[in-house]
């Protein structure tokens, strides 16, 4: 689901691309909370199984980081 959700091709996006269409996603109102915690845990799951794009230290905290704040966001919604 995560690489047609991201690009509409089969292959590996980026943290970017993803961050970029959940927070897309959370402000348009077009996926509900249980549908982005979904993608979320298809992301986590996606990065220990290499079908996402590999993440370098930096990128991989600041994924937690945006990861943690968008839980954070879904919770006061």
């Avoid at 943290?15 to 298809?42: D, F, P, R, Y």
């Avoid at 794009?53 to 839980?71: C, D, F, L, T």
């Amino acid at each position: 689901m995560i690489e047609t959700f991201v690009t509409g091709r089969r292959e590996k996006p980026t943290i970017s691309q993803i961050v970029g269409q959940v927070k897309s996603a959370l402000t348009h109102n077009i996926l509900t909370k249980e549908e982005i915690m979904q993608i979320l845990g298809e992301v986590e799951q996606g990065i220990k199984g290499g079908a996402i794009a590999p993440m370098s230290s930096g990128k991989e905290e600041r994924y937690n980081q945006v990861k943690e704040a968008i839980e954070n966001l879904l919770r006061k919604m």
